[in-house]
């Protein structure tokens, strides 16, 4: 079904007989794709795929799990430390599955949500605007595309002496249609720079405050996609996700003496963001090698379903944007909405039976989570240490 709608839109597209993807995009592409015996679709069921197409796609297993409500209180012993509202810093809460998340945690009365926005105004308005009650949030300023903002946002957060109990790094940028590339407030290529580098460093800047938490649960979370992991259909929609040996990111991603992409290639934005989300998901499971076993933190990431309707896809083409929710409700089957992906984003923070550390987590569709398989590059742990030490020198802390 996928295909028969990618062939009604405006993209060449050929497959051979035995599997093998020839993909020719034009420059008007509204969907490409490519489908290959690999690939597996988590998100289409197969009663809505023609045989030909089963044939293609080997559908590896799922381990569905009954997800109970978001629920802290722990057994008696674990009382005392359940007596106060956990705090968690959610990153661009301002819209999309931020802010429905942070709306989702809030309403259990059982959380303080710090919303990490580089627009206060916005971040308020939008608080206000979904019923957030005031005592549950505090918006603090943030803007990921200055590692300045983000050294500043550290302080003021440690100065405020609250406890910080969870931190969900979900901002994102994403822009498919831009010829040249944009840059942070330190020269990197925008979308790395503010996905993965700002991330990067607010993270390992916050992790001592998490390990101070006496909280039952602390959690790092970093929002993953689909769409980086080459294991699946979205992910073999060119282009492809592909680090390569990180030599464009080595040598400063800056687009002046290096090339503004990870692999050393020339910018192409959809490939930019991607690549962003492989870094979110290698550095999640970086973290967990180096630091659950000592700090009893769970890392995580979470692939929330395709929230087709969010900000994420303001730069791209208004037909796209027309198009892209249809085809995600009725095609690939992968659609949620804000409210549905912010539950998902909440039980990652608060349910007790998703606390085991390093895991990329989706749910399938009875919208019940599983641990999902990453793609091979996207759980290279060779790359992942390359990147932390790579990620690590850009940011100044290495
Ligand atoms: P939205 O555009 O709705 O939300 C993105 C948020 O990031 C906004 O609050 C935005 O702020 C904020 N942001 C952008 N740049 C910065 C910055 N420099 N500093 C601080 N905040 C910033 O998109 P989504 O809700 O869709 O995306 C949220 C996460 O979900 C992302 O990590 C995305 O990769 C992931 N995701 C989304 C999917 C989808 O289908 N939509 C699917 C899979 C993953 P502002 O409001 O000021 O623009
Ligand atoms: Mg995809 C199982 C099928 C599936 C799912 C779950 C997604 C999610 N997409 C699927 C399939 C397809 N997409 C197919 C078959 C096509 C070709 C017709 C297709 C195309 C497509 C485009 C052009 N899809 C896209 C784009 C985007 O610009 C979005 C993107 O890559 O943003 C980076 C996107 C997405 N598809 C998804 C999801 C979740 C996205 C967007 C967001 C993200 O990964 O964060």
Redesign the pocket.
């Known amino acids: 079904m996928a295909l028969q709608a990618a062939t009604l839109l405006p993209s060449a597209l050929s497959i051979h007989k035995e599997g093998k993807s020839n993909v020719a995009l034009k420059e008007t592409t509204v969907f490409g794709v490519s489908v290959s015996n690999y690939v597996k679709a988590d998100f289409i069921p197969s009663s809505k795929l023609s045989k030909n197409f089963k044939r293609r796609l080997a559908l590896g297993p799922v381990r569905a799990q009954t997800v109970s409500a978001p629920e802290i209180n722990q057994a008696s012993s674990e009382e005392k430390k359940t007596l106060r509202k956990g705090n968690v810093i959610i ?10 998340a942070a709306k989702a945690i809030a309403e259990t009365g059982k959380w303080h949500v710090i919303m ?4 206060f105004l ?2 308020e308005k ?1 608080a206000k605007s979904v019923g957030i009650a005031k005592d549950n949030y505090t918006v603090m300023h ?5 590692l300045e ?1 983000v050294r500043q946002f550290a302080d003021s957060f440690k100065r405020s002496g609250r406890p910080l109990d969870v931190l969900v ?6 822009f498919p249609t831009a010829k040249e590339p944009t840059f942070t407030a330190e020269g990197f290529e925008l979308s790395v720079g ?2 993965h580098l ?1 991330h990067f460093l607010l993270s390992r800047l916050l992790l001592d405050d998490l390990k101070q938490s006496d909280y039952p649960q602390k959690r790092l979370i970093i ?5 980086g992991n080459t294991n699946t259909l979205a992910g073999n929609v060119p282009p492809k996700a592909n680090l390569g040996d990180l030599r464009g990111l080595t040598s400063g991603l800056n687009g002046r003496d290096s090339s503004p992409m990870i692999d050393g290639g020339e910018f192409d934005g959809a490939k930019a ?1 991607k690549d962003s ?1 492989v870094c ?1 998901m290698l550095t999640m499971q970086e973290f967990h090698r180096r630091f659950h076993e000592e700090t009893g933190i769970t890392f995580a990431s979470l ?6 309707e ?5 730069e791209h083409i208004p037909l796209f944007r027309l198009l892209f929710p249809p085809f995600q409700k009725y095609i690939t089957k992968g659609y949620v909405s ?1 409210v549905e ?1 912010g539950k998902r984003l909440a039980q990652v923070i608060s349910d007790p039976s998703l606390s085991k550390s390093g895991v990329y987590w989706s749910w399938n569709k009875n919208s019940s989570s599983f641990e999902n398989t990453l793609s091979k590059e996207a759980s290279n742990e060779e790359k992942a240490r390359k990147l932390w030490e790579v990620s690590g020198k850009l940011v100044g802390l290495a």
Not at 91 to 100: E, F, H, I, P, R
Not at 116 to 119: I, L, S, V
Not at 223 to 227: E, K, N, Q, R
Request: hydrophobic share 40%.
């Open positions: 990153t661009g809460a301002s819209s999309g599955l931020g802010l429905a990490a926005c580089r627009n916005k971040a939008a943030l803007d990921l595309a200055s903002s790094c979900n901002a994102a940028v994403y503010t996905n700002g929002v993953g996609s689909i769409t963001y989300k979110n692939y929330p379903g395709c929230i087709a969010t900000a994420l896809f303001r804000e992906a």
